[in-house]
């Protein structure tokens, strides 16, 4: 979405509404076949959407908009994170003001410095147990497809989902209590 509005900003920027109903057409369709609907009402709407920017980004839909990779499970981090963590971590090691060379350097002791430490992680995966806390299908699939330290803190976060009860409480009502 940064990059479409990036893209996009001066088409937006000439047509009053049209970015409210873009992000809305995007952020507020739950399914596929919402977001293609909404997309031909904004086809119509607004007749530059046939910007060849605007094709492009339909064309790639499926890795921008969030209704056709919801079924997907991203646990614990966001790629902005990723990017900001790393970032943060070539700030500590490199100097702006060093050669190119120097930038080469610490850029392959950083990349050591991380392969070390996921082989450690790896190790402890493969060779260390750690407890299972339930027998529920979902943390068994969790303790075989995550890390030792990604399986403990999904354990610790699904145990929380203890803490409260749900019961029927009307038509398409629930309501949500401590479990005492």
């Not at 873009?22 to 007749?47: H, I, Q, R, T």
Request: aromatic share 16%; proline share 4%.
């Amino acid at each position: 979405m940064k990059k479409a509005q990036e893209k996009l900003g001066a088409l937006l920027g000439r047509n009053p509404g049209l970015s409210k109903d873009f992000n809305n057409c995007v952020d507020f369709s739950l399914m596929p076949e919402e977001f293609e609907a909404g997309w031909c009402e904004l086809m119509m709407k607004y007749e530059a959407m046939t910007d060849s920017h605007f094709e492009n980004l339909y064309k790639y839909k499926e890795t921008w908009v969030p209704c056709y990779f919801k079924h997907q499970f991203f646990p614990f981090l966001q790629s902005t994170q990723r990017s900001e963590g790393f970032n943060a971590v070539l700030k500590r090691y490199v100097n702006p003001h060093k050669s190119i060379l120097n930038f080469v350097k610490q850029y392959q002791k950083i990349q050591t410095h991380i392969l070390v430490r996921e082989g450690s992680k790896d190790y402890r995966t493969g060779h260390l147990q750690t407890e299972m806390w339930s027998s529920y299908p979902i943390e068994k699939q969790a303790y075989g497809s995550y890390t030792r330290d990604l399986y403990e803190k999904f354990r610790d976060e699904f145990q929380l989902t203890t803490r409260y009860n749900v019961r029927p409480h009307g038509e398409n009502l629930y309501e949500v209590y401590p479990n005492q």
